[in-house]
């Protein structure tokens, strides 16, 4: 007589919403996600709004500050990091705030593209951009995320921090220094079926 045994195992899905998604994502991995780029971004930029240093870099300076504003960098030891969506999400918030300047990195390439293309004779001369009319930033925002983790018995802690620090490109001093942290824990010492 012949058993034989089969696994049975169902697909479902279901919209939710941030909060909801983020308790999920945490029972599947212990991964960097969403909220947590959401979650580094808001604390980086309260953080930003209560320097010290910051604020007396505004007085000085008696407007808005243009930011050019670097890419993160993933020094974390995961490959499909979404640091991308750290970018975004960087570049979003500090736009939203309405108390920065932002000069755009990723344009600039592309400007830079159309004045010369206009500069070739396909454009009429009335209309022509001229070159050297971009604004300039006064500071440079510069950041990089690590993990360090740390495992035993099956179970492990990835301790993320994402650093950020602003400098005045005039002068080169640093303008402030900030940094969140975000811990995960995982336990995969346990057996379910």
């Known amino acids: 007589m012949t058993v034989l045994l089969t696994s049975c195992s169902s697909f479902k899905a279901e919209r939710v919403d941030g909060k909801e998604g983020d308790e999920k994502a945490l029972k599947i991995t212990d991964k960097w996600v969403l909220k947590d780029t959401e979650m580094a971004v808001s604390d980086i930029l309260g953080q930003i709004?209560?320097?010290?240093?910051?604020?007396?870099?505004?007085?000085?300076?008696?407007?808005?500050?243009?930011?050019?504003?670097?890419?993160?960098?993933?020094?974390?030891?995961?490959?499909?990091?979404?640091?991308?969506?750290?970018?975004?999400?960087?570049?979003?918030?500090?736009?939203?705030?309405?108390?920065?300047?932002?000069?755009?990195?990723?344009?600039?390439?592309?400007?830079?593209?159309?004045?010369?293309?206009?500069?070739?004779?396909?454009?009429?001369?009335?209309?022509?951009?001229?070159?050297?009319?971009?604004?300039?930033?006064?500071?440079?925002?510069?950041?990089?995320?690590?993990?360090?983790?740390?495992?035993?018995?099956g179970k492990t802690i990835k301790q993320y921090t994402v650093n950020m620090r602003m400098t005045d490109l005039k002068t080169s001093e640093e303008v402030l220094r900030v940094r969140h942290r975000t811990q995960k824990f995982s336990d995969t010492s346990k057996f379910g079926w």
């Open 49 to 153: 709004k209560n320097h010290k240093g910051f604020q007396g870099y505004l007085k000085g300076l008696k407007r808005k500050p243009r930011v050019f504003i670097m890419e993160v960098q993933n020094e974390t030891s995961e490959p499909y990091f979404p640091i991308a969506d750290m970018n975004d999400e960087l570049l979003n918030e500090f736009s939203a705030s309405g108390e920065f300047t932002l000069i755009d990195n990723q344009a600039r390439e592309n400007i830079l593209k159309e004045i010369k293309y206009q500069s070739e004779g396909m454009v009429d001369a009335r209309q022509l951009t001229q070159i050297g009319k971009q604004t300039g930033a006064d500071l440079i925002i510069l950041g990089a995320v690590r993990m360090a983790p740390e495992s035993r018995d």
